[in-house]
């Protein structure tokens, strides 16, 4: 495993590859107009994989190193932190509605509404480059939670760059703020697998179920609405066929 600034900039081109699923949403999101029941359909499937991410491959790792009373408190800490964080951000509390069943507020209408969402998309990205930078320093490069984070991502680029289409924000923005959260993912990979090299097996378990919990609270918090809201009977099923399609990756990938 390479070390130093090497070691860095190995972990920046994973978080890229993670994050990579965004450019395919986005430029989907600028080039097509799904309806939100197609969009809500794809939501599904990503909230899937990434609930998936967060418990099977994530906090089951934890579990052992770290036991089950660390675990939980790993988890809920990292929940709660997002929520925090997420609630302070009220003007982006619609930033990954494709607006059809909830509109995305626009710059006319709520001003400074355009940075809050960038501040909340950025913020959205912190759980799952957390998540991976740890991974990468615990054990190496997982694919199939690098798959999973990638093909979460498409869903997410492609509900949020709808809604801000419907809220008249141009492509140069969406773009932007695409871009900014895949060098924010990146980031915080390298910074993540870097600061965590001194720590012990049991302190790295308790920091990746820390990653879990807030990644299961912005699953919850910004993908699931979307995935539900009149969304396909069959939401559950295809949220569940994400979960699923994970363990089976995570087979194919050893």
Not at 104 to 113: I, K, L, N, R, Y
Not at 202 to 224: Q, S, V
């Amino acid at each position: 495993m390479p070390e130093g600034i090497v070691g860095m900039l190995w972990a920046f081109c994973w978080g890229v590859i993670a994050a990579s699923g965004g450019f395919v949403g986005t430029v989907l999101g600028l080039m097509t107009h799904l309806h939100h029941r197609a969009i809500a359909a794809f939501m599904s499937l990503g909230a899937g994989v990434l609930l998936s991410a967060a418990s099977f491959k994530v906090a089951s790792e934890a579990l052992i190193p770290a036991g089950a009373a660390f675990t939980t408190i790993g988890i809920i800490g990292g929940a709660a932190t997002f929520s925090v964080l997420n609630t302070v951000l009220v003007s982006a509390r619609h930033r990954k509605r494709c607006g059809e069943c909830m509109s995305q507020p626009s710059e006319a209408e709520v001003p400074g509404s355009g940075a809050s969402i960038a501040l909340g998309t950025a913020l959205d990205a912190l759980p799952e480059a957390l998540v991976l930078g740890v991974s990468l320093r615990a054990g190496g490069p997982d694919l199939a939670l690098v798959s999973a984070l990638a093909l979460a991502n498409v869903p997410e680029a492609l509900s949020g760059t709808a809604g801000m289409r419907l809220a008249s924000r141009s492509s140069t923005y969406v773009l932007s703020l695409w871009t900014g959260t895949t060098l924010v993912t990146a980031v915080t990979t390298a910074l993540a697998f870097d600061l965590v090299r001194e720590l012990g097996p049991h302190a790295t378990a308790i920091l990746k179920a820390y990653g879990a919990g807030a990644l299961i609270a912005m699953t919850a918090e910004t993908m699931i609405p979307e995935a539900f809201h009149n969304g396909p009977r069959y939401s559950g099923v295809l949220a569940a066929a994400g979960f699923a399609a994970l363990i089976l990756l995570g087979e194919f990938a050893r």
